[in-house]
C-alpha cells in the first residue's frame, strides 16, 4: 500500500496483536472448528497412525554406513546428518578438554506453526506426529517440521505439507521467523527456522492436523510427553505481551507474569546491562572446537549396536528402523542419540515488587555457533555425575531444585526432546518460586531477567537455548 506519492507507507506497531493473543490464551473451550479435547484427538490419531521403532545394529542400516577412514557414519547420499567426532578445549566447566561424537547436520529446517482466526479466536494448526525416538509416538507438533533435506525430498518420498505457507508467504503475515539452535552438547552448529504465519484465507485441514487455541496448548504443555520440543521452541518465539492480558492488578501468579511482560513495569537490571553481562560471557569465556574422525574420539567404544563411553556416562549411538503409514515414506533406518538418564532443566523464579525474574544462567555448550547461550537456572544429567564420581561438580542450585518446597513448585513435568534424531530423549522441567530475598545474582553466569527482557533476545538468533525456550513456553502458560 503507498501514500499515493509512489512512496510505501509507514508501518506501525501492531496494537491489537497481544489483545488477539491474550483472547486465545484465554479461550480453553475450543470452537466449532477445532477439538473441544486435544487429548482424544491426539490419542485417536495415535490409533490410526502405524509407527514401529525396533532397535537394530548398525549393519542391519540401509544406505548408513561407517566410512572406512574417517569412522564417520553417514547416509550414501551425503545428505540428512552424519555422526562424526568432536574435540572439545574450554575454560568452563569441571572438565577442560575431551573428546566425543556429535551430529553434524549443517543444513537449515523449518519448525513452522500456521494460525488463523476462527469465530474471533486465533487458533494454531497442530499435526499430530509421531517421531522414530518419541517415547509414546504421536505428540503433538508444528504445523510443518521439516529438514531441507525433507523438503527437498532428498528421501524420495511424498511432499510436506502446508510448506508453501512458509517459503512463500508474501501474502500472509509473519509473527515470527528467527534462525535458533538446537542441543548444543549432541549437534554441531545446528539452527532451525522458527516461524509462525497467519492467514486469513481457508485452509485444508488434512486428517493428522487440528487448529488449537494457545489456551489449550499451554494445559496441555503440563502433560508429560505430550506437546513436542519443536511445537515448544516455536511457541517461545511468539510475540509477547499476549500472557495475562491487561490484568496487571492483584498480587498472583498471572498478574506477576503479565507484568513482568510490560517494558515499564522495571527490572533489576537496565538492557543496556543485561546486554553487557551477556557479551562479558562471551568475552571471558574460552572454547575451542575442532571436528574430528570419529574414530580419533577418545574412551567411546563402538560395539555393533552401539557407540558408547567407556564409563557408561553420558548417551549412546543407536540404530532403528521404522515403518510407518504417516510419513512421507513408508520406512527407513537411521542412527539416534541415546540419553542415559532422566535430565532436569529447572527455572528459579521469584517476585520483585510484583514483578516475576526468572534467574537464567550463561551456559557453554561445544556445539553452539556462538559459545554461550542463556539457559535456565539449572540443565543437567544428574545420573552423570554419579556414574563419574563428580558428585562435587554438580552445578548450583540443583540440591535445591531436588529438594524444593512442593508448596512452591509452579511446574513440574517430564516432556521429550526431538525424536527425529534422539531416542526417549527427556528432561524434568521444573519452575520453583523462592523468597524474594533468594540470591543468585552475585554468581558471575547468573542473572535475574524478566519475560520481557527475555522475549526480546528470543526474537534474535543465539541468545537463548533450545532447553530454555521449551520452559519458557511453560512459564508463559502458567496462571
Same mark, same amino acid.
Given at each position: 500500500?503507498?501514500?499515493?506519492?509512489?512512496?510505501?507507507?509507514?508501518?506501525?506497531?501492531?496494537?491489537?496483536?497481544?489483545?488477539?493473543?491474550?483472547?486465545?490464551?484465554?479461550?480453553?473451550?475450543?470452537?466449532?472448528?477445532?477439538?473441544?479435547?486435544?487429548?482424544?484427538?491426539?490419542?485417536?490419531?495415535?490409533?490410526?497412525?502405524?509407527?514401529?521403532?525396533?532397535?537394530?545394529?548398525?549393519?542391519?542400516?540401509?544406505?548408513?554406513?561407517?566410512?572406512? &577412514?574417517?569412522?564417520?557414519?553417514?547416509? &550414501?547420499?551425503?545428505?540428512?546428518?552424519?555422526?562424526?567426532?568432536?574435540?572439545?578445549?574450554?575454560?568452563?566447566?569441571?572438565?577442560?578438554?575431551?573428546?566425543?561424537?556429535?551430529?553434524?547436520?549443517?543444513?537449515?529446517?523449518?519448525?513452522?506453526?500456521?494460525?488463523?482466526?476462527?469465530?474471533?479466536?486465533?487458533?494454531?494448526?497442530?499435526?499430530?506426529?509421531?517421531?522414530?525416538?518419541?517415547?509414546?509416538?504421536?505428540?503433538?507438533?508444528?504445523?510443518?517440521?521439516?529438514?531441507?533435506?525433507?523438503?527437498?525430498?532428498?528421501?524420495?518420498?511424498?511432499?510436506?505439507?502446508?510448506?508453501?505457507?512458509?517459503?512463500?508467504?508474501?501474502?500472509?503475515?509473519?509473527?515470527?521467523?528467527?534462525?535458533?539452535?538446537?542441543?548444543?552438547?549432541?549437534?554441531?552448529?545446528?539452527?532451525?527456522?522458527?516461524?509462525?504465519?497467519?492467514?486469513?484465507?481457508?485452509?485444508?485441514?488434512?486428517?493428522?492436523?487440528?487448529?488449537?487455541?494457545?489456551?489449550?496448548?499451554?494445559?496441555?504443555?503440563?502433560?508429560?510427553?505430550?506437546?513436542?520440543?519443536?511445537?515448544?521452541?516455536?511457541?517461545?518465539?511468539?510475540?509477547?505481551?499476549?500472557?495475562?492480558?491487561?490484568?496487571?492488578?492483584? &498480587?498472583?501468579?498471572?498478574?506477576?507474569?503479565?507484568?513482568?511482560?510490560?517494558?515499564?513495569?522495571?527490572?533489576?537490571?537496565?538492557?543496556?546491562?543485561?546486554?553487557?553481562?551477556?557479551?562479558?560471557?562471551?568475552?571471558?569465556?574460552?572454547?575451542?572446537?575442532?571436528?574430528?574422525?570419529?574414530?580419533?574420539?577418545?574412551?567411546?567404544?563402538?560395539?555393533?549396536?552401539?557407540?558408547?563411553?567407556?564409563?557408561?556416562?553420558?548417551?549412546?549411538?543407536?540404530?532403528?528402523?521404522?515403518?510407518?503409514?504417516?510419513?512421507?515414506?513408508?520406512?527407513?533406518?537411521?542412527?539416534?542419540?541415546?540419553?542415559?538418564?532422566?535430565?532436569?532443566?529447572?527455572?528459579?523464579?521469584?517476585?520483585?515488587?510484583?514483578?516475576?525474574?526468572?534467574?537464567?544462567?550463561?551456559?557453554?555448550?561445544?556445539?553452539?555457533?556462538?559459545?554461550?547461550?542463556?539457559?535456565?537456572?539449572?540443565?543437567?544429567?544428574?545420573?552423570?555425575?554419579?556414574?563419574?564420581?563428580?558428585?562435587?561438580?554438580?552445578?548450583?542450585?540443583?540440591?535445591?531444585?531436588?529438594?524444593?518446597?512442593?508448596?512452591?513448585?509452579?511446574?513440574?513435568?517430564?516432556?521429550?526432546?526431538?525424536?527425529?534424531?534422539?531416542?526417549?530423549?527427556?528432561?524434568?522441567?521444573?519452575?520453583?518460586?523462592?523468597?524474594?530475598?533468594?540470591?543468585?545474582?552475585?554468581?558471575?553466569?547468573?542473572?535475574?531477567?524478566?519475560?520481557?527482557?527475555?522475549?526480546?533476545?528470543?526474537?534474535?538468533?543465539?541468545?537463548?537455548?533450545?532447553?530454555?525456550?521449551?520452559?519458557?513456553?511453560?512459564?508463559?502458560?502458567?496462571?
Amino acid at each position: 500500500m503507498s501514500s499515493g506519492t509512489g512512496t510505501p507507507a509507514l508501518r506501525k506497531p501492531d496494537q491489537i496483536l497481544r489483545h488477539r493473543l491474550a483472547r486465545s490464551a484465554g479461550e480453553v473451550a475450543g470452537t466449532a472448528s477445532s477439538p473441544t479435547d486435544v487429548r482424544d484427538w491426539v490419542y485417536e490419531r495415535g490409533l490410526v497412525q502405524t509407527h514401529e521403532v525396533e532397535l537394530i545394529a548398525f549393519d542391519e542400516m540401509d544406505r548408513w554406513a561407517f566410512n572406512p &577412514d574417517s569412522g564417520d557414519l553417514g547416509h &550414501d547420499t551425503g545428505r540428512f546428518f552424519s555422526v562424526c567426532g568432536l574435540k572439545v578445549e574450554t575454560n568452563s566447566g569441571p572438565i577442560p578438554t575431551w573428546t566425543q561424537p556429535i551430529i553434524n547436520q549443517p543444513e537449515i529446517g523449518i519448525l513452522g506453526i500456521l494460525v488463523k482466526e476462527i469465530d474471533g479466536v486465533l487458533h494454531c494448526l497442530m499435526q499430530a506426529k509421531a517421531e522414530p525416538g518419541n517415547v509414546n509416538g504421536v505428540q503433538l507438533s508444528p504445523t510443518v517440521q521439516a529438514t531441507r533435506s525433507n523438503y527437498t525430498k532428498a528421501h524420495g518420498g511424498a511432499s510436506v505439507p502446508y510448506l508453501d505457507y512458509f517459503r512463500d508467504f508474501a501474502r500472509h503475515r509473519v509473527l515470527a521467523d528467527v534462525l535458533q539452535s538446537e542441543q548444543g552438547s549432541w549437534f554441531y552448529r545446528k539452527r532451525n527456522r522458527n516461524m509462525i504465519v497467519e492467514v486469513d484465507e481457508e485452509v485444508e485441514v488434512l486428517d493428522d492436523f487440528a487448529w488449537v487455541t494457545l489456551g489449550q496448548l499451554n494445559q496441555l504443555l503440563a502433560e508429560d510427553d505430550f506437546v513436542n520440543m519443536d511445537a515448544r521452541t516455536v511457541l517461545s518465539c511468539m510475540p509477547s505481551g499476549f500472557e495475562g492480558g491487561n490484568d496487571r492488578v492483584g &498480587d498472583g501468579l498471572a498478574s506477576a507474569i503479565a507484568r513482568s511482560c510490560d517494558p515499564f513495569a522495571g527490572s533489576m537490571f537496565s538492557p543496556a546491562e543485561v546486554l553487557s553481562w551477556i557479551t562479558s560471557r562471551h568475552s571471558e569465556t574460552q572454547l575451542s572446537t575442532e571436528l574430528i574422525p570419529l574414530h580419533a574420539v577418545e574412551h567411546w567404544r563402538r560395539t555393533s549396536h552401539e557407540i558408547q563411553h567407556e564409563s557408561g556416562a553420558y548417551f549412546s549411538v543407536v540404530a532403528v528402523r521404522v515403518k510407518t503409514n504417516s510419513r512421507e515414506v513408508s520406512g527407513w533406518t537411521q542412527p539416534l542419540i541415546q540419553p542415559h538418564g532422566l535430565g532436569m532443566v529447572a527455572l528459579l523464579v521469584k517476585n520483585v515488587d510484583g514483578v516475576l525474574h526468572a534467574l537464567v544462567n550463561a551456559r557453554v555448550e561445544p556445539g553452539y555457533l556462538d559459545v554461550v547461550e542463556l539457559a535456565s537456572t539449572v540443565q543437567c544429567s544428574p545420573d552423570t555425575y554419579t556414574k563419574l564420581g563428580m558428585e562435587h561438580a554438580q552445578p548450583p542450585f540443583l540440591d535445591y531444585v531436588l529438594k524444593a518446597d512442593p508448596r512452591r513448585v509452579l511446574f513440574d513435568t517430564v516432556l521429550s526432546e526431538e525424536g527425529g534424531r534422539f531416542y526417549h530423549a527427556r528432561n524434568r522441567y521444573v519452575i520453583v518460586e523462592v523468597p524474594e530475598d533468594f540470591g543468585g545474582e552475585g554468581l558471575p553466569d547468573y542473572r535475574w531477567l524478566t519475560l520481557h527482557q527475555i522475549n526480546g533476545l528470543l526474537q534474535h538468533s543465539r541468545y537463548v537455548n533450545v532447553e530454555a525456550r521449551s520452559l519458557f513456553a511453560c512459564l508463559r502458560g502458567l496462571r
